[in-house]
C-alpha cells in the first residue's frame, strides 16, 4: 500500500538521522577517536537496527567531512590537522563577514526588534549564550559543544542569512571535532575555553558590529591559538 510504504521511507530517513547524531555525538564526546575504524555491521549491531539506515547515516557523516569511507575495511574516523583547522576559521570568517556586512546595510531584524516574537527569538539566543558561558567558565566541554552549536545557528538565523545557516552549523561541528581531537587531551579546561557569548549577542542587539566583529575574531584567535599550542606539545 502506498501509505504504508511512505510511512516506512519516514522511519528509515528518522533512523538514519537519528543514528548519524548519535554517532556525531560520539565523536564530539571523543569516545570515537580519530583514525578509528569500524564497518557497517559492527554499528547496525551496535544500536539494534539493519544495515541500511546504518549505511546511509555513515555516508551523510563522510560527506559531512567527519568519517573517511575505505571500500575495503569500511569507515574511520576523520583526523584533522592543524591546517585543517585554519582553513575551517577561514571559511567561517568568509561567511560571517558577509553577515556582518548585510547588518550594517540595514537588515531586516533592526526594523523588528519591538516585535514580540522577535524579541523572544533573542531572548532565546541569549540564554543559549549564557548556558554556553557557564559551561566554559566550569570547563565543561561536552555541555559547552551543545549549547555553542545552538547558541550560533540561532543567531546566524536571526541575525544573518538563514539559507547558510546550515552551512555555517556544518563547519562548526566540523571545528569542533577537529577542537574536540586535541582538548579531550586535556585534564582540566576551567579557564581555557572561551566564554564571551552573550557579549557578541548584546553587541549585535545594540548594532554594535565593531564590537561584535572584535568578539568574533577573539573567539576564534583564541581557539586556534590554543589548539597550535597542544599540537605543539
Avoid at 568519517?67 to 577561514?90: C, K, N, P
Amino acid at each position: 500500500m502506498p501509505g504504508s510504504s511512505g510511512n516506512g521511507a519516514v522511519t528509515r530517513s528518522t533512523l538514519r538521522q537519528q543514528i548519524a547524531d548519535a554517532l556525531r555525538d560520539e565523536v564530539l564526546a571523543g569516545r570515537l577517536q580519530p583514525g578509528q575504524e569500524f564497518t557497517v555491521k559492527e554499528i547496525a549491531e551496535q544500536y539494534g537496527v539493519s544495515a541500511t539506515p546504518v549505511r546511509e547515516a555513515l555516508v551523510d557523516l563522510s560527506a559531512q567531512g567527519l568519517l573517511e569511507a575505505d571500500q575495503h575495511r569500511g569507515f574511520r574516523v576523520h583526523e584533522y590537522s592543524l591546517d585543517d583547522f585554519r582553513g575551517m576559521i577561514e571559511a567561517r570568517s568568509l561567511v560571517t563577514d558577509g553577515m556582518f556586512q548585510t547588518l550594517d546595510a540595514g537588515h531586516r531584524i533592526y526594523q523588528q526588534l519591538d516585535e514580540p516574537r522577535t524579541a523572544a527569538a533573542v531572548a532565546g539566543v541569549r540564554r543559549r549564550g549564557e548556558e554556553a558561558r557557564r559551561a566554559a567558565v566550569a570547563g565543561d566541554l561536552s555541555i559547552l559543544i551543545g549549547y555553542d552549536l545552538r547558541f550560533w545557528r540561532e543567531l546566524s538565523v536571526l541575525f544573518g542569512n538563514p539559507y547558510l545557516a546550515d552551512f555555517l552549523h556544518r563547519l562548526r561541528v566540523q571545528t569542533w571535532v577537529c577542537t574536540v581531537q586535541h582538548l579531550r587531551r586535556v585534564t582540566d579546561l576551567r579557564g581555557r575555553l572561551w566564554a564571551g557569548h552573550t557579549e557578541i549577542t548584546d553587541a549585535l542587539y545594540e548594532h554594535d558590529t565593531k564590537t561584535a566583529r572584535a568578539l568574533l575574531d577573539g573567539y576564534n584567535g583564541h581557539y586556534l591559538a590554543l589548539i597550535q599550542d597542544l599540537t605543539a606539545d
